[in-house]
């Protein structure tokens, strides 16, 4: 199966379950066919753990596991080559936001290494939450053409931070789809709360990134959502106010993520970016669209005087 999970240990890389160094693996691995795609986990999982592992949740064989659902089955010999990647996210959230920002360096090194075997292979990113800071960070330790395509899962990062980053060579150079949703907006919030932003007026990048190389895809937005059905790629409904992890739990979202870093001529990005709003609905919109509902149902109940 062309999948290699690989932990970041303050010793280095290594497989998943062995002590054995992940690098004659990749070397091994990195001339297979097709693309290579990177994914980064997020907040509170933790290798090896009988609860919080990821290689045995989103990495594995359960029910919404990347790795199958972006096309790493072992069924197309051209299928190239996912590379699932672990680290221990369990503590603080300030610790925890430090030690994605070092592990930047960690993704520079895996990229690095798969550039050097296979130079004109497409290579892509896809994190989550806490993992899009370290898969940001990465951009800062690699040259320009590094990494074709990167997304991010209703990200825990700042938006000054990225576009920052977005203005060195290998941030000019990628295109990157920014996945958000109103949904994720507590999270947002409790995350400029708990990270004080170096500006005061900064806000994570879930209301958005200011690059041209920048795409937001609102996961909750009807517009976007009819969009993306008229070229064949309908989701499912959200269903919840709250939730962290619809962006890649909901019906038809992974096939959008796959079609992106598989087939990009399928969604070349200055279509995909025509075909959404250009800003974000405004935070907490969706809490109180419900509120302005309900609260519209319950003055009609009301007797008239």
């Given at each position: 199966?062309?999948?290699i ?19 004659r693996?990749?070397c ?6 097709g693309?290579?795609i990177i994914?980064v ?6 290798p ?17 596991s990347w ?6 089955d ?7 080559l ?7 996210a369990?503590g ?26 296979t ?5 892509h990113?896809?994190?989550h939450?806490?993992g ?14 590094a ?9 825990a990062s700042?938006?000054d ?8 060579p ?9 996945v958000?949703?109103?949904e994720?907006?507590l ?25 041209p190389n920048?795409a937001t ?27 962290h992890w619809?962006?890649?739990k ?8 796959s079609?992106f ?13 025509s075909?959404l ?9 969706r ?11 319950n003055a ?6």
């Amino acid at each position: 199966m062309p999948l290699i999970r690989i932990n970041a240990t303050p010793d280095g890389l290594i497989l998943h379950d062995t002590p054995q160094p992940a690098v004659r693996r990749l070397c091994s691995m990195a001339s297979r066919p097709g693309p290579a795609i990177i994914m980064v986990h997020g907040y509170k999982y933790a290798p090896g753990t009988a609860s919080h592992c990821p290689h045995k949740k989103i990495f594995g064989s359960e029910a919404h596991s990347w790795p199958t659902q972006l096309g790493f089955d072992g069924k197309t010999p051209d299928e190239g080559l996912g590379i699932a990647l672990g680290w221990h996210a369990r503590g603080s959230l300030k610790a925890m936001h430090k030690r994605a920002a070092e592990l930047g360096e960690h993704i520079a090194v895996i990229v690095a290494m798969l550039r050097s075997h296979t130079p004109n292979r497409p290579i892509h990113i896809i994190a989550h939450s806490l993992g899009s800071e370290a898969a940001l960070n990465a951009l800062l330790h690699l040259p320009q053409g590094a990494v074709n395509r990167m997304i991010l899962l209703t990200g825990a990062s700042f938006a000054d931070h990225a576009e920052k980053i977005l203005k060195t060579p290998a941030g000019r150079s990628i295109e990157v789809l920014n996945v958000t949703s109103r949904e994720n907006d507590l999270f947002d919030a409790g995350f400029e709360r708990l990270i004080r932003p170096t500006l005061p007026d900064d806000h994570a990048i879930g209301q958005g990134i200011s690059a041209p190389n920048v795409a937001t895809l609102q996961l909750d937005c009807q517009t976007t959502m009819q969009n993306l059905g008229r070229l064949g790629f309908p989701v499912e409904p959200s269903q919840k106010r709250i939730c962290h992890w619809s962006c890649y739990k909901r019906s038809g979202v992974m096939q959008i993520y796959s079609a992106f870093l598989r087939t990009p001529g399928v969604l070349p990005f200055d279509m995909l970016r025509s075909i959404l709003p250009e800003q974000a609905a405004p935070r907490w919109s969706r809490f109180f669209a419900r509120q302005d509902v309900t609260a519209r149902h319950n003055a009609r109940k009301q007797p008239a005087f």
